[in-house]
């Protein structure tokens, strides 16, 4: 497993291209998905793991406040950039996901892509959302893991480590039990994409 430090360095390295390597998975739905999950958005948010803030144009125009974080300064610039051509006021930081700087029950909706596959601790990561959310909350994820297809999952368990290696990213993991291990509520899931694609909707209890 990838140091919060390495995983670090390799976005750092890639921000700069990040969007074009990804440029296949969202044209094989992953946009349109984005648009479905944080379309639901509301009050103050927060976006965990933001990267090059591919969801911001997917928020309500109506969301009072944005807030951004981020392991990695070089995607953070990039989301800067893609906030300043939306026309978007939102603030930016750097954060570590499993240490949150914000105070209890701090959000209305706390937002999260692709990115428990990458943390090194996923249930610490998503006890922290669960932390900064309001009780009557929501918390937003659209992730992706191991598939429902036997073969492409076979695929995914022989390739994992390897494929952990280049950016990080455990790719099959399962995000419903890691949602429901850090003690969420799942009020809405939805799979697609051979089992892949996966759209939470989730609440603090």
Not at 88 to 113: Q, W, Y
Not at 165 to 181: A, I, K, S
Request: proline residues 6%.
């Amino acid at each position: 497993m990838l140091s919060r430090r390495e995983i670090r360095a390799k976005y750092d390295a890639v921000a700069g291209v990040y969007d074009r390597l990804e440029a296949i998975a969202e044209w094989l739905g992953v946009r349109a998905l984005r648009r479905e999950a944080f379309g639901r958005a509301r009050g103050r948010v927060l976006e965990v793991a933001i990267g090059t803030g591919k969801n911001l144009p997917c928020y309500p125009p109506e969301v009072e406040e944005i807030i951004g974080v981020d392991l990695s300064p070089a995607m953070l610039r990039v989301a800067r950039r893609r906030a300043e051509e939306l026309g978007m006021e939102v603030a930016l930081l750097e954060a570590d996901a499993e240490a949150l700087p914000f105070p209890d029950a701090s959000f209305d909706t706390v937002a999260s892509s692709l990115s428990t596959c990458t943390f090194p601790d996923p249930v610490r990561a998503l006890s922290e959302m669960r932390r900064v959310c309001k009780p009557d909350g929501q918390i937003l994820l659209l992730e992706h893991g191991r598939s429902r297809s036997p073969w492409i999952a076979r695929f995914q368990d022989r390739r994992a480590d390897a494929h952990a290696r280049v950016l990080g990213c455990r790719w099959n993991r399962e995000p419903l039990e890691l949602v429901r291990d850090a003690g969420l509520a799942v009020r809405h899931a939805r799979r697609t994409f051979f089992g892949i694609l996966h759209l939470i909707v989730a609440t603090p209890a």
